[in-house]
């Protein structure tokens, strides 16, 4: 896979977060990981309709 191709990927793979809105959700989880914050309950984030959703849409 090409530089330029990579780019291209990782710019969709971020415009289908914010489609699904969810990017908003992931900066939070990632701000606060690097706060030294211990998540518990995961699943249901997991399990949303939107995380899933988005995570096809990724592999396809």
Same mark, same amino acid.
Do not use: P
């Given at each position: =896979?090409? &530089?330029?191709?990579?780019?291209?990927?990782?710019?969709? #793979?971020?415009?289908?977060?914010?489609?699904?809105? !969810?990017?908003?959700?992931?900066?939070?989880?990632?701000? %606060?990981?690097?706060?030294?914050? &211990?998540?518990?309950? !995961?699943?249901?984030? #997991? =399990?949303?309709? %939107?995380?899933? %959703?988005?995570?096809? %849409?990724? !592999?396809?």
């Amino acid at each position: =896979m090409t &530089t330029e191709t990579m780019k291209n990927r990782k710019k969709q #793979i971020l415009r289908n977060s914010e489609y699904y809105d !969810l990017q908003s959700v992931h900066d939070e989880l990632y701000s %606060r990981s690097g706060s030294g914050v &211990t998540f518990t309950n !995961l699943m249901g984030r #997991i =399990m949303d309709e %939107r995380n899933v %959703r988005l995570a096809y %849409r990724n !592999l396809k």
